[in-house]
């Protein structure tokens, strides 16, 4: 199974991240292995800053009918990840 790649990703997912990050992302490489069809990406600001993520787009594995989902869940979990990277993005 191939990895989507960051410059698959839609834009505005990108744009989500970059926000989170502070800053323009100017080079991300794509990690190759792994279990899922998402990617996972190694990524430099414009600052020079690293960061890793992996992002799966719902068009990739869609739920299946009936299927209950963690989907609240996940979203504020994904909150709180975000809060935290913000503030150790500050410093």
């Known amino acids: 199974?191939?990895?989507l790649q960051w410059?698959?990703?839609p834009p505005p997912l990108r744009a989500r991240i970059e926000e989170v990050l502070g800053e323009p992302v100017?080079?991300?490489r794509s990690q190759s292995g792994g279990f899922s069809p998402g990617s996972a990406?190694?990524?430099i600001t414009a600052s020079g800053r690293r960061a890793f993520g992996t992002f799966?787009?719902?068009s990739l594995r869609p739920v299946?009918?009936?299927m209950p989902t963690l989907r609240?869940?996940?979203r504020d979990q994904a909150i709180?990840?975000?809060d935290w990277v913000r503030e150790r993005w500050k410093g």
């Open 64 to 66: 299946p009918p009936r």
């Open 72 to 74: 609240t869940f996940q």
């Open 56 to 58: 799966l787009t719902s």
């Open 41 to 43: 990406d190694r990524v």
């Open 7 to 9: 410059d698959e990703l």
């Open 26 to 28: 100017v080079e991300a």
């Open 80 to 82: 709180v990840t975000l």
């Open 1 to 3: 199974m191939s990895r």
